[in-house]
């Protein structure tokens, strides 16, 4: 896929080219990760009133107080998973549908949940507009997506407090679930690999910061989440 050049410009394919630059010297080595990254239109994803910053590598607010995580934590992300194209990927977070795209344009079958009908709604619109054709389900991701598993890929673009069992369930056999763990300030990247029907290998790396998991397997709703 390539965007509409309606869609797109000079000026923002040399930014992304400069972002994909500046991903290689922190680390991401994964080829076909840094390929989606500069063929992704992330403005696209985000207000227009931010487009100037869209490929500086930060996180970006998409309204009802989540945020479009940064670009090095989407390569990072993608990275860890380590898809292959024709593997079912679930994604839980949609949130602006940006990390939904990587994942498609890598081949991948995406199904991506999100909690918030609107941030969804918007989703689905964007990707559509690109040519991408994920299942989108609102809902609570916590819980996984019982009736499209097992899946090959798992993962969770928001702060779990712990990792949800049923996701554990729900990967394939030699599956990969990706998830940030710990508290609200900070949590710690897992990269949970099932290796046999009763049994899990998980390996830890850096740090980060998510916004959080809210639901039955992640955190209370407190309210501070406006739902429209
Ligand atoms: N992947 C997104 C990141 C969005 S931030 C992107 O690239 O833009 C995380 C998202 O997870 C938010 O949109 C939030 O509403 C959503 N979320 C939080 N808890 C959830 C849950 N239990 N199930 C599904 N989505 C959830």
Redesign the pocket.
């Known amino acids: 896929m390539n965007p509409a050049p309606s869609l797109d410009s000079r000026r923002f394919r040399r930014e992304r080219e400069a972002l994909v630059q500046q991903l290689r010297e922190k680390g991401i080595t994964d080829e076909r990760v840094l390929e989606a990254i500069g063929r992704i239109p992330r403005h696209l994803?985000v207000d227009s009133a931010l487009w100037p910053r869209a490929y500086e590598d930060i996180a970006l607010p998409?309204g009802?107080g989540?945020?479009?995580?940064q670009p090095f934590t989407?390569a990072y992300q993608t990275q860890l998973l380590q898809v292959q194209p024709g593997d079912r990927v679930l994604?839980?977070?949609?949130?602006?549908?940006?990390?939904?795209a990587i994942l498609c344009a890598l081949g991948a079958e995406v199904f991506s949940?999100?909690?918030?009908p609107a941030?969804a709604e918007r989703a689905r619109e964007r990707l559509e507009a690109l040519g991408f054709h994920p299942a989108i389900r609102v809902?609570?991701?916590?819980l996984g997506w019982p009736e499209q598993a097992p899946f090959d890929g798992i993962l969770v673009?928001?702060a779990a407090p712990s990792v949800p069992e049923p996701l554990l369930e729900q990967l394939a056999i030699g599956g990969r679930l990706v998830i940030p763990v710990g508290d609200i300030q900070e949590q710690y990247m897992h990269r949970i690999v099932r290796t046999g029907p009763q049994a899990w290998r998980d390996e830890v790396s850096y740090p980060f910061r998510?916004?959080?998991?809210?639901?039955e397997r992640?955190w209370p709703n407190k309210g501070e989440?406006e739902e429209l």
């Open positions: 994803f998409i009802f989540q945020t479009i995580s989407v994604e839980i977070g949609t949130g602006s549908g940006y990390q939904t949940m999100e909690r918030l941030l809902g609570d991701g916590s673009t928001a998510f916004v959080p998991l809210i639901g992640g989440v």
